[in-house]
Each structure stands twice: as C-alpha cells, then as structure tokens.
C-alpha cells in the first residue's frame, strides 16, 4: 500500500492562492465569453445570486492561461508580414466591445492580418490554452469535419465568443489559436463569421439584460448531467438553496445606461459596492422563488410554494 505524503509548505501555499483570489470581485457585466453556456447560469451570475468558488488547480490553470496567451502573441509577432494588435492602440487595453447600455461587454485577444492562408484579411484573433484531452480532441475535429466547422464543434462557449466579437468588430473571419498548457504545442483554424449565429448569441444577452424577472431554462433538468454536476450555483438551481441577498437579487433594482443601476426602492442610483451589499428593504426577485406572489404589502412578499406552503419574503 502506497501511503500519499503531500507537503504542508505547499498546501498552505494553495490555500493561501484561494484565499487571496476568491476574495476578489467577479465581473458586474454580461461577458461575451459567457453567453454560450447554460443561459441559467448566465443569468444567476448577471444578477450575483451566487459567488463562484475556484479551487488551487484551477486558479492556476487560469494563470497558465493567461500567461500561455501572452506567450502566443509573442510567437506570432516572430512571422514576417503577420500584424497583431492585442490592445487597443487608444487605451493600451484589450479591445472591448460593448452593447446593451454597457452591461454586454466582451474583451478580444486581439486582432491579426498577415495570414499565410489569408494574407490580406483581417481576422478576430482568440488564444485558448487547454488539457491534452481537449487538444486532441481539437485535432481529431480539424480532421474529421474540416478547419471552418471545428470550432462549433469543439466548444460552443468559445464559438459563440468568436461570432459575438466578429460580430461588433464587423469582421468576417476568425482565428482560433489552440494551445497545450505552456505553449508547448499548438494548432489554430479559421472560422466563418455566420450573422444568424451571432445575434443569436446577442439576443440571448440581451433577453437577460432586458428580462430580469424572467428565469431561463436550465441547460438540463437532470442535477446529475455532466455541466449541472461541475456547476458552481447548482445549489442554487437544482437544490434550492436561497440566492445571495443583494441589490442584483432584488426586485426594486433596475439596469440603467452606461453600466449603470438603479433603486426605485430609494430612488438612487447605486455603487458597485452597494450593488453588492443590498440592503434591509431587499426583496427577491419572483424568478427565484419557487412559487406564486399570493400578496405584497410594505412589509413582505407572501408567496405559495409549489408544495403548497407560505413563504414570507420579509428581507434579510
């Protein structure tokens, strides 16, 4: 029998990494990047109803990640004749692409002219670093159903990011450069910009900016499906588990432009911070609950359950 000694430097070192990352605050917008997989999801982040968790490995998968795409850039810059603008030349920041009075915004690896295959076409450029699972998989797919139909295949999320970003960048092309961990290999293809697909993907933002009371369907009814299984809010959407208490959570909340919210509770607009906080008059939105508003007074929501029980709704 084999007995697994760990090393207690370093696991204090993982817990420290966790406690320092998931101390930070999540996204305020609708990502682009998020669009493509379980709207239900999409939708219980936009409105914060829960924080999502990361464990060591995976926080240092996310910094491979990002390090490897820097890495990418820099080996591309490397061909003669191949331009590639990962900032915005304004700002010196990942271009971004915006919509939906700010709350839709998406933020491109780059962009990139100079293909050997396609020398005089500006493409949207995305660099994904991935498992040696998944990179084979991409390289069966590239043979299997041919360069331009891979990426649907492959990953939808990452599909529907690169049609969302051709999209407002009114670009017809896309490439996708896929990496093993570290860059220690590497393909890519060229993806067709399809119009249908990518306000597809656009609407589907939008009902979720623009329908806050309106909870989408889950990806599957089965707690037990493989993306249900691995999902952060699970708990939230297949066990019950009451969402996060805040401003986003509540029903007197409202997105407003230029990223903005409001509280027609109090008649303000509100910070980040109270956006996070809530306060004491905060009352679900519907969605939530599962169950039917039976009444609505200044002091609570009385709802029937589907058990058939009452539920008051009377704030934190």
């Known amino acids: 029998m084999i007995i697994e000694i760990g090393d207690p430097t370093l ?21 682009m990047s998020g669009v493509g997989g379980c709207e239900r999801k999409t939708y219980y982040s936009f ?6 968790k990361f464990k060591a490995k995976t926080l240092k998968n ?10 990418i850039v820099d080996r591309l810059r490397l061909v003669d004749g191949l331009t590639v603008i990962a900032n915005d030349p304004e700002t010196n920041k990942q271009i971004e692409v915006v919509d ?99 306000e597809f993907y656009a609407r589907r933002g939008e009902r ?5 009371d309106v909870l989408p369907n889950r990806v599957s009814e089965k707690p037990d499906y493989f993306i249900c299984r691995w999902c952060a809010l699970s708990d939230i959407c297949h066990e019950g588990k009451p969402p996060d208490r805040n401003c986003r ?17 109090h008649d303000k607009n509100l910070t980040v911070a109270e956006q996070r906080e809530g306060c004491s ?28 029980t009452r539920w008051l709704d009377a704030g934190a």
């Open 11 to 31: 696991e204090a070192a993982d817990k420290a990494l966790e406690e320092k990352e998931n101390k930070k605050t999540g996204r305020t917008y609708l990502g």
């Open 47 to 52: 409105y914060m109803a829960g924080v999502e």
């Open 62 to 71: 996310f910094a491979d990640g990002h390090r490897t795409e820097d890495l």
């Open 100 to 198: 939906y009075d700010g709350h839709f915004r998406g933020h491109l690896d780059g962009e990139i002219l100079g293909l050997k295959q396609a020398p005089k076409t500006w493409h949207v450029l995305e660099i994904k670093c991935v498992n040696e699972k998944s990179f084979a998989k991409f390289k069966k797919l590239k043979k299997d159903v041919g360069e331009k139909n891979t990426l649907k295949a492959f990953n939808e999320t990452y599909y529907s990011q690169h049609q969302l970003y051709m999209l407002y960048r009114g670009q017809k092309r896309g490439y996708l450069v896929v990496s093993s961990s570290g860059g220690r290999d590497w393909d890519a293809v060229r993806t067709d910009f399809n119009k249908e697909a990518a």
């Open 208 to 212: 979720i900016i623009r329908n806050p």
């Open 249 to 265: 959570t509540c029903v007197y909340s409202q997105t407003k432009e230029l990223a903005g919210w409001f509280c027609k509770k």
């Open 281 to 308: 008059d905060q009352r679900y939105r519907p969605s939530f609950i599962k169950g039917e508003v039976v009444t609505v007074d200044d002091v609570a929501v009385t709802y029937c359950l589907e058990d058939g």
